[in-house]
């Protein structure tokens, strides 16, 4: 690929050329079906290229926008968008591709998970791997196989589940050699996933040691546990078992102490599906003092509240299943102006679907329901309709919360000045830009064109979709993922084999200034005290 550096006087954004296969196909691929047969991957001796023009748009940055024409190339495919705005392609730090929970896989692979964002303006991912009894190079080796379907570019957080001089060796080698930069904590899932205190702290030590930022599922583990007996013990076997079982208080307290014990550390800290008031104001509160925490709204939480899981359909109620739970509708609307406000950051969905029968193992015992909902495909379509059609956000920072994640940190004006062209994953501006250099991962929005939302319809493989008949104003009607068309005209054409791991350096913008802070700690201590020993 050919990257172009210089601007034209014109306006025209260049970006690269791109070469795709001769035999790509213009159809949707199943993967496992058509994968590495004819016509369903991309050949390297293609010599053909396309290049595209999209005119006439609105070209929408995190930091400002225009108008202009975006050049991807020497030559000729256009694109008109007058009228509609071009913004780079979503990215979803939170995902769960083929995710192995209580003896079933999560429906959507690392092809159909990706394909459905792409339908939807979703044009890089980052999942997360799960250690393999605790070893994170078997996990990763899992995940990489898992990933060698893939039809866009990905990343990979990592999973903690125990610590000991092995997984501290692993934690550097997956810093140093294999381009992952954050590490994920479960406080929850008692017995299989979660951690205590101890391991937390050693976690957070080593993140810091290694530029790494620390990632915590914020639920009080232990207390979920008793509140499932309770629930048990009363009858109450259902779906909604689920969400008494685990009430905001339990994630509003695992929260906060993620939060202190980060501070403790001095590491910053990324608070993973805020989902609850109680979690968020503890994140409001730890920013307004300074502190470097980083909250994420899923698009879940944003749209939908808790009363799905009381239908009396067990079909319908379980599809709403997540941990932790949506939430009553005031912690909903709580947590839209906590994100317009810049006390939440990014928006990603938690993407992890099980069908109606997998859903179905826990049809008379709650805590046996495979949890997870879709949004991989929907969260661009809600976000822009919930925020930016509502008025709560600009368009600036749609691509902000939805792509660029730019640094709007409040611990320290000078580190934001000095680092705003970094992002939390450290990957600006390579991806989460329209500028030149960039990627060309790209969409097109038509502000003024609907969506509607169904199973029948969507490109997930689950027969659920927790969206169900949702209507709204703002639909991307192209996108571009390396240069390629991949989504247009209710279209999709893409490839298994043909993302890209995207490898994520370490000590991104939050950890400038760290050293200088651990610093006047150390000198703010007047300690050791000098004593002189007594000689009777």
């Not at 970006?15 to 296969?21: A, I, M, Q």
């Not at 580190?415 to 390579?430: T, V």
Request: glycine share 10%; hydrophobic share 40%.
């Amino acid at each position: 690929m050919a990257y172009h550096l210089s601007l034209p006087l014109s306006l025209s954004l260049l970006l690269f050329t791109y070469f795709p296969s001769n035999s790509q196909s213009n159809q949707f691929c199943e993967a496992g079906i058509g994968y590495d047969e004819v016509g369903c991957g991309i050949s390297s001796s293609s010599s053909s290229s396309t290049k595209l023009l999209i005119k006439g748009g609105t070209v929408v940055n995190a930091h400002h926008q225009e108008i202009a024409d975006v050049y991807v190339g020497d030559d000729v495919k256009v694109i008109d968008a007058t009228g509609k705005f071009v913004m780079p392609g979503g990215i979803d730090p939170h995902t769960h591709l083929a995710m192995e929970a209580l003896n079933t896989e999560s429906v959507d692979d690392f092809f159909s998970g990706q394909a459905a964002a792409l339908a939807g303006g979703t044009t890089m991912h980052i999942d997360f791997v799960i250690p393999v009894n605790g070893s994170l190079i078997a996990g990763l080796e899992a995940y990489e196989k898992k990933a060698k379907k893939s039809c866009m570019d990905y990343g990979f957080h990592m999973v903690i589940t125990k610590f000991d001089d092995i997984v501290s060796r692993d934690m550097e080698i997956m810093v140093k050699e294999k381009g992952i930069n954050s590490f994920k904590f479960f406080l929850a899932y008692k017995g299989v996933l979660m951690v205590n205190d101890e391991l937390l702290l050693e976690g957070l030590k080593r993140c810091k040691s290694l530029g790494a930022l620390a990632m915590v599922h914020a639920e009080n583990g232990d207390a979920v546990f008793e509140g499932q007996k309770r629930m048990i013990q009363l009858g109450i076997t259902g779906p909604e078992g689920h969400a008494l079982s685990r009430p905001p208080l339990l994630e509003g307290e695992a929260t906060a102490r993620a939060i202190r014990l980060a501070g403790f550390v001095n590491t910053p800290l990324y608070v993973v599906h805020v989902m609850s008031i109680d979690a968020m104001e503890e994140i409001a509160k730890a920013r307004k003092s300074g502190q470097r925490v980083v909250g994420e709204p899923v698009v879940s939480g944003l749209a939908l509240d808790d009363s799905g899981l009381w239908d009396s359909d067990f079909t319908t109620a379980s599809k709403y299943v997540m941990s932790p739970p949506i939430r009553a509708s005031g912690h909903g609307k709580a947590l839209k102006d906590a994100l317009s406000n810049g006390v939440l950051q990014l928006v990603g969905t938690d993407h992890c679907v099980f069908n109606s029968t997998q859903k179905a193992f826990g049809i008379d015992d709650f805590r046996k329901i495979p949890n997870g909902v879709n949004g991989i495909e929907e969260r661009m379509h809600l976000v822009w309709d919930l925020m930016v059609e509502s008025g709560q956000i600009s368009v600036t920072d749609y691509v902000r919360v939805t792509s660029t994640e730019w640094p709007n940190v409040q611990f320290d004006e000078s580190h934001y000045l000095a680092s705003s062209s970094a992002r939390i994953f450290n990957i600006y501006p390579r991806k989460g830009a329209i500028i030149a250099g960039s990627d060309a991962d790209i969409i097109i929005l038509n502000p003024n064109s609907t969506f509607e939302i169904n199973a029948r319809s969507h490109h997930s493989r689950t027969d659920t979709n927790v969206y169900e008949g949702r209507r709204g104003k703002g639909k991307v009607e192209v996108t571009i993922a390396g240069g390629r068309v991949v989504w247009e005209n209710n279209e999709l054409k893409v490839v298994p084999g043909s993302g890209k791991y995207i490898e994520m350096a370490p000590f991104s913008y939050l950890f400038s200034g760290i050293d200088r802070a651990d610093a006047s700690y150390l000198s703010s201590l007047n300690a050791p005290v000098k004593r002189f020993k007594s000689t009777t």
